[in-house]
């Protein structure tokens, strides 16, 4: 393994990109040697507008979150459990407002350690400006973009490991339950199969209180995006798949709003056709 990643770096850069993309489709722990964290900052959250190539996705699910946790579903001192963060926290910016307590539960260890430069003000961290002052416009109060950066700050308790595949994702932490559970894009990437999907769901749920409310951001039908030259298995899903996941999991008032690719035919990076948000409840005992 080793000579073989000195054989790339002898390359050039034009000839390492073409074997990386010649290898195969990485996926499970591969992610923990392959998947660049800078290189999927600097490439999907520049800004919200996101890529060329997919064309604007980010800013309508932000939106939509920003519609969802400003409906009153969220009490102020809520506690927040956002599985599979990847090396992101603009999922989280418009829950903050309501959260004093929130735990980031994350596979590896690059990406835990990219949220964890951010939490610190490393000087090394992504920029997640923009973000915040695009949430704090929708919140009609544009000022409060730094004191909004701030209070995230102060309400990210934990940055943790955790395997969704496993069937204690956050062994061998033990948490009281949970107000809400957010996931943005993490189990289309790390389950192999639609089986291996809805248990991660299940188990989540065990740490969600009755009448919590669990939302997922994630895409459709889309077999694989590329980080660094890499290509990164995606499990292709549609909204039907989710909203019968959720309803067997014991969920009630499942809302899912879908929104198309905008810029299929010219999208190098990832097949995605689209995406999804959804919010539902855990039914009451």
């Known amino acids: 393994m080793i000579s073989t990643f ?3 770096y002898a390359m050039s850069g034009s000839s390492c990109l073409r074997w990386k993309m010649a290898a195969p489709i990485q996926r499970g722990t591969d992610h923990h040697k392959t998947f660049g964290a800078k290189a999927y900052l600097a490439l999907y959250y520049a800004t919200p507008e996101g890529t060329d190539e997919e064309g604007e996705l980010l800013t309508p699910y932000l939106k939509e979150f920003h519609e969802i946790f400003n409906s009153g579903r969220l009490k102020p001192g809520s506690r927040l459990l956002d599985v599979g963060s990847g090396p992101t926290i603009h999922q989280l910016i418009s829950a903050s407002r309501f959260c004093t307590e929130i735990v980031c539960a994350e596979y590896t260890e690059n990406n835990r350690a990219e949220i964890e ?3 610190k003000k490393d000087p090394d961290m992504h920029d997640w400006t923009p973000f915040f002052k695009f949430v704090a416009d929708l919140e009609g109060d544009s000022s409060s973009w730094e004191a909004r950066q701030s209070h995230l700050r102060d309400a990210i308790k934990e940055v943790i490991t955790c395997d969704v595949t496993k069937p204690e994702p956050f062994a061998p932490r033990q948490y009281q339950e949970f107000d809400v559970v957010t996931t943005t894009l993490c189990l289309e990437a790390a389950c192999p199969d639609r089986e291996s999907y809805s248990a991660p769901v299940r188990n989540i749920t065990r ?3 009755p009448g919590g409310t ?5 895409v459709t039908n889309q077999t694989f995006y590329t980080v660094g030259g890499y290509k ?9 798949f989710m909203r019968e996941v959720f309803e067997k999991a014991g ?3 499942i809302n899912i709003k879908s929104f198309p690719a905008t810029n299929p035919e010219n999208n190098t990076i ?3 056709d689209g995406f ?7 039914a009451e005992i």
């Open 207 to 209: 740490l969600l209180k």
């Open 270 to 272: 990832s097949d995605i």
């Open 276 to 282: 999804v948000v959804l919010h539902a409840s855990k």
């Open 251 to 253: 969920y009630v008032d």
């Open 6 to 8: 000195v054989s790339c």
């Open 214 to 218: 669990f939302v997922l951001a994630g």
């Open 117 to 119: 430069k951010w939490v």
């Open 232 to 240: 990164f298995f995606t499990l292709p899903i549609d909204s039907s």
